[in-house]
């Protein structure tokens, strides 16, 4: 797991991160979001040990990282948004070059470096130089290094910078199966309905401290945030369009034609459930309900005012 206790990462006399604490247990992936300066990136570096700490406590796979550094990075994965690589070297041998300082078997290595170019896309690159890859797969390289040793912890930032659509789901789909397999993951990202997607939970960062945190469904009922309702009706609906136009909660009921409905509905899981009993009590004849909750990007405003990225 990943432990963080009062981190202050200070650079002269900015103060990156303010004394933040954030867990990440075996089987999650958390996301750091927030705007540009936020903090996000220096705090993965902390807990990287790749940059010194003023304060605090980071605890990566049970090594502290701030006494024993080596230990932690033989369990951790670390991902930088723009990682330097050694262009001269093909991408096979730069995978070696990893796996000897991963101190993975020899008679392991060739196997485990087969496996994650085939995984990420790279067959036709294997025998290629670096210096001659796109950045989408440089990315897509970098990702295989990082996950070549089999890490309890994964520490990433941005990590689908430049990836195409394809990359960008691959990465989804493999940090999806190393979460089951209990890796602890904390990523950053600025592609917000991806983290919708592919996190358990999220931090949201804003001058080096933390602004909100929780599931997205805990950040969504701090807010009170309104979803939208999308209803289907067969005539007669009148009985139905009054309920709805009293019912606690709800406004700005509109049709989009003769049988199906919207409105802007505050009201949680319990209520939208209520309502529908409510709708078939009062007779009216439902043929469709759903909920689309409030965008992220909505969310993220509320939160922080600014433009999270």
Sequence with gaps: MISIQGLRVDYDTVTAVAGVDLEVHEGEIVGLVGPNGAGKTSLIKAAAGL??????????????????????WLHMGYMPDFSPVYEGLKVWEYLEVFAVAYRIPMQERMGRIKYWVERLNLNSKWDECIQGLSRGMRQRLVLAKT????????????????????????????LKERARE???????????????????????????????????????????????????????????IELLEKWPGISGVQAKDSHTYTADFSGGEESAADLLAALHHAGARVSSFSREPEKMESLFLQIGGKEVS
């Design 51 to 72: 940059i010194e700490p003023i304060g605090g406590r980071i605890v990566l796979a049970g090594a502290d990282m701030l006494l024993d550094p080596e230990k932690g």
């Design 147 to 174: 996950l070549l040793h089999q890490p309890d912890v994964l520490l990433l930032d941005e990590p689908a910078s430049g990836m195409d659509p394809l990359g960008r789901i691959d990465l989804r789909e493999i």
């Design 182 to 240: 209990g890796v602890a993951v904390l990523i950053s990202s600025h592609i917000l309905s991806e983290m919708d997607e592919l996190c358990t939970s999220l931090a949201v960062m804003e001058k080096g401290v933390f602004l909100v945190s929780g599931t997205l469904a805990d950040i969504r009922s701090t807010l009170r945030s309104e979803s939208r309702l999308h209803i289907q009706l067969i005539p007669p609906v009148e009985s139905a």
